[in-house]
């Protein structure tokens, strides 16, 4: 497992401009973030058209645009990491929705352990929608979300994320769980 205070070390000193500083970072998080775009990708169709290395590569190609991002910590890196991921799914589910007129749209899996016995295969893009709607009520929650389902974050990495109490993380993610099963039951 990498060194929590060295990956912060080399985010900092990315963030200040060291380019050999992203080289050794890149190293050190690979196997992370290809855990983080299986994670991903399991959920999709078998005809999906991006593996993971490509889902990588492309999270990190708009990452590195972020020249002056003020990165917190390791925690802090994943989560726009899978922020990132969420993007690139969205806007190629969105790209073959529009090609394909409405028809076969990509579709993941969402499971709500405590919440929905089994799981229920949902269209990606319902889901963005509902995070909207959900970020239009309540930001936090919307956050906690991401980076829970889609960016893998612990409970406590979440909490050191967003600088919140685990028990509200808990607290928040069991509301937004119930508000999305509820939003994407009706669509």
Known sequence: MNSSSEVTQLLLAWGDGDNS??????LLVQ????????HYLQAEQSGHLLQ??????????????????NWQNRAHFFSVAAQLMRRVLVD????????????????????????????????????????LELAALDVRKAQIVELRFFGGLSVEEVAEVL?????TVLRDWEFAQTW????LSQS
């Open 21 to 26: 500083a992203l080289e050794q970072l890149a």
């Open 31 to 38: 196997k992370e973030l290809e855990r983080i775009a299986r």
């Open 52 to 69: 993971t290395t490509a889902l990588v590569n492309e999270a990190w190609l708009r990452m590195i645009d972020w020249r002056q991002v």
């Open 92 to 131: 190629e589910a969105r790209e073959r929705h529009a090609q394909k007129r409405g028809g076969n749209a990509l579709r993941v899996s969402f499971s709500v352990a405590a919440v929905v016995a089994d799981e229920q295969g949902i269209e990606l893009l319902a889901l963005d929608t509902a995070l």
């Open 163 to 167: 600088q919140i109490s685990e028990r």
């Open 180 to 183: 999305l099963f509820n939003e």
